[in-house]
């Protein structure tokens, strides 16, 4: 019995070990790697192109967004909002800047997917040689759309830009740390791929792609984490995105507690989906077929989230510690010591890099509420029922939660 529950404890002290070594090693390559990186300059790529809009109730900053995007379009370009199941007035807002509009409502198909094949589908009879794909509540930084289309132009590849998060100024500190946990998903882990010469993980927004694969693809899912799973597909037929980080998009955490708590719970709810319903059968495939694109996506999307990863760790060496004092193997407590290591090695690199800015070292004692807050989000996830899957939006101010309100609507 003592042999076979250290064995059990040595399995389970390596399962963790795996995507913390993933993590470490994008981390370290991320740091090597930013020397290296330099702005793209705009290649003045002929290709035409469709920025399309999917857009649910976003009345509030929609006009902000869509000026922004036609300051760098060039003749022949098209800007296309979906307005997908609105009760405010995106649409009328959207026509009213000079852009083109398509209103689609379906109460059964519900989510950004939907809109999405909504978009492509309107497309269709005039289709663009490059679609970019942009949230309505986001915006490009500089010349983003431009240097998109020249990345996916000269590449022939899915592009997906760097996607950071901001706080407004009246934010809890707790947000600090969440925009750093967003940075280390989406700029140093991306970054460290591309150090390696791999394919990034689609984030959303921000994401260009030629006409000839989109088109082909299918987007029409109620998924939560449809970029991802999108990013993945098209791995499977060696089209996986490459990262960008020279394009910028910008967009902002919920003012609201509890919008902000709603996105965290949505985000990370569909990435756990995706890790234990569909991970396996895209790892299998990409053994079988030697896609070496595909397995690394596959290794960086079976990261957990990053909070869940250091729980996660430090419970493994808390366990296998107790373990070797009642007499088991001390080899499971010796993986752990190392992968616990290895963690904080990780985080500490990637917060001395890139995000000292946004969580000074005095902020760094707001990681401990923050944690116990992710416990109770953890709670909720594992052990309460799931409602059914909406596309709606999230209240990001004031002005924005009193919208919200008035429509009906809560956070995504």
């Known amino acids: 019995m003592v042999d076979l529950l250290s064995y059990l404890s040595l399995a389970f002290a390596i399962v963790i070990a795996i995507p913390v070594f993933i993590l470490f090693s994008e981390s370290v390559a991320a740091i090597a790697s930013t020397h290296r990186e330099a702005s793209t300059s705009l290649g003045g790529s002929s290709d035409r192109i469709a920025v399309l809009v999917p857009a649910h109730n976003e009345e509030v900053g929609i006009g902000a967004t869509l000026n922004g995007i036609k300051a760098q379009m060039r003749p022949g370009d098209r800007l296309v909002v979906v307005a997908d199941n609105c009760t405010d007035n995106t649409a009328t807002i959207a026509a009213a800047?000079?852009?083109?509009?398509?209103?689609?409502?379906?109460?059964?198909?519900?989510g950004k997917g939907y809109a999405l094949d909504?978009?492509?589908?309107?497309?269709?009879?005039?289709?663009?040689?490059?679609?970019?794909i942009f949230d309505a509540d986001c915006r490009f930084s500089g010349d983003g759309v431009r240097i998109l289309a020249d990345a996916c132009a000269s590449t022939g590849k899915p592009v997906q830009a760097l996607n950071l998060m901001d706080a407004p100024?009246?934010?809890?500190?707790?947000?600090?740390?969440?925009?750093?946990?967003?940075?280390?998903k989406n700029l140093v882990r991306p970054l460290g791929l591309k150090?390696?010469?791999?394919p990034c993980q689609l984030m959303g927004t921000g994401m260009a792609f030629p006409w000839r694969i989109l088109s082909a693809a299918n987007l029409a899912t109620g998924s939560e984490v449809e970029d991802l799973k999108l990013g993945l597909e098209l791995a499977r037929t060696n089209n996986a995105p490459v990262f960008c980080p020279s394009a910028r998009v910008l967009s902002q955490?919920?003012?609201?507690?509890?919008?902000?708590k709603s996105q965290r719970k949505r985000w990370?709810?569909?990435?756990?989906?995706?890790?234990?319903?569909?991970?396996?059968?895209?790892?299998?495939?990409?053994?079988?077929?030697?896609?070496?694109?595909?397995?690394a996506m596959v290794f960086d999307a079976a990261v957990p989230?990053?909070?869940?990863?250091?729980?996660?760790?430090?419970?493994?060496?808390?366990l296998s510690a107790f373990g070797a004092l009642c007499g088991l193997s001390s080899l499971a407590l010796k993986v752990s010591a190392v992968t616990a290591v290895a963690f904080g090695s990780a985080v500490f690199v990637s917060w001395l890099k890139f995000g000292r800015d946004v969580l000074p070292l005095k902020s760094v004692i707001s990681i401990l509420p923050y944690i116990v807050g992710k416990l109770s989000l953890y709670g909720q996830i594992f052990f309460r029922?799931?409602?059914?899957?909406?596309w709606v939006r999230t209240a990001r101010g004031s002005r924005d939660s009193a919208s919200t309100r008035r429509n009906g609507n809560s956070s995504p």
């Open 118 to 132: 909504w978009g492509l589908r309107y497309l269709k009879d005039d289709p663009p040689s490059i679609v970019i």
């Open 268 to 295: 990370e709810r569909g990435h756990l989906n995706v890790i234990a319903k569909i991970i396996p059968t895209f790892l299998l495939e990409a053994v079988i077929k030697r896609n070496i694109g595909l397995l």
């Open 195 to 198: 150090a390696f010469k791999l």
């Open 97 to 110: 800047a000079g852009v083109e509009v398509t209103q689609r409502h379906d109460l059964i198909k519900v």
């Open 169 to 184: 100024d009246e934010s809890p500190i707790d947000y600090r740390v969440a925009m750093l946990a967003f940075r280390v």
């Open 385 to 390: 029922r799931r409602g059914p899957s909406h």
């Open 305 to 318: 989230p990053l909070t869940l990863l250091g729980l996660l760790v430090f419970l493994t060496l808390f």
């Open 253 to 260: 955490f919920p003012l609201s507690i509890e919008g902000a």
